[in-house]
């Protein structure tokens, strides 16, 4: 079983940065994909990036060139780190554990708010 913790959410303007982080903990994320997703009100959730073991990354089209996903397995601690940020990236963050293909474990969610 892993548990996921997400920070770093908050009000930024647009045009700001914020740093998100995923900790995890009951289980080592060195053997996991790890992503991030994302949801608006009023939406479906979205994929938002993922990070496989070997540290390959993969983003959605939509934060390509603004977002970056990272982690740090000594630390046990996945992040995304997002930049040029505007109002419709406006959604509750949420971090993704993958085991056999699927994603299994969720955190709780982080609300990250754009003003214009």
């Known amino acids: 079983q892993v548990q996921l913790v997400e920070s770093g959410g908050g009000l930024v303007q647009a045009g700001g940065s914020l740093r998100l982080s995923c900790v995890a903990s009951?289980?080592?994320?060195?053997?996991?994909?790890m992503g991030w997703f994302r949801q608006a009100p009023g939406k479906e959730r979205e994929f938002v990036a993922y990070i496989i073991r070997s540290l390959s990354t993969y983003y959605a089209d939509s934060v390509k060139g603004r977002f970056t996903i990272s982690r740090d397995n000594a630390k046990n601690t996945v992040y995304l780190q997002m930049g040029s940020l505007n109002p419709e990236d406006t959604a509750v963050y949420y971090c993704?554990?993958?085991?056999?293909?699927?994603?299994?474990?969720w955190g709780q969610g982080t609300q990250v708010t754009v003003s214009s």
């Open positions: 009951g289980r080592t994320l060195t053997s996991y994909t």
């Open positions: 993704a554990a993958r085991e056999d293909f699927q994603w299994v474990y």
